[in-house]
């Protein structure tokens, strides 16, 4: 089992910058994708951000790439979604998730983390 737990969400004004962060604990995610989704009042979940955490490729949604970038820290076994230039639309709750290489979906989310972007 991974648990995973989100911080660093928060109010911010439109332009400004944020950065979020997951932990996780439980067992060894090198052999796994971490990503980042997002879900806005009254829409569905989507896609925000991915990175495998061996080779460190990482993947955005059109919407966030040249704004956001997702890292990681090995010896932290954490993942970070620094967000810059934010908008309006860019406001929901942030989740984190990872999912092992091989497998199609995300089997581990996190409790997510709000994130408001006042315009």
């Known amino acids: 089992q991974v648990q995973l737990v989100e911080s660093g969400g928060g109010l911010v004004q439109a332009g400004g910058s944020l950065r979020l962060s997951c932990a996780a604990s439980g067992r060894t995610i090198s052999s796994y994708f971490m990503g980042w989704f997002r879900q806005a009042p009254g829409k569905e979940r989507e896609f925000v951000a991915s990175i495998r955490w061996i080779g460190g490729n990482t993947y955005y949604a059109d919407s966030v790439k040249g704004r956001f970038t997702i890292s990681r820290d090995n010896a932290k076994n954490t993942v970070y979604l620094q967000m810059n230039s934010l908008k309006a639309e860019d406001t929901g709750v942030y989740y984190c998730?990872?999912?092992?290489?091989?497998?199609?979906?995300?089997?581990?989310w996190g409790q997510g983390t709000q994130v408001t972007v006042s315009s």
């Open positions: 998730a990872g999912r092992i290489v091989t497998a199609k979906d995300y089997g581990y």
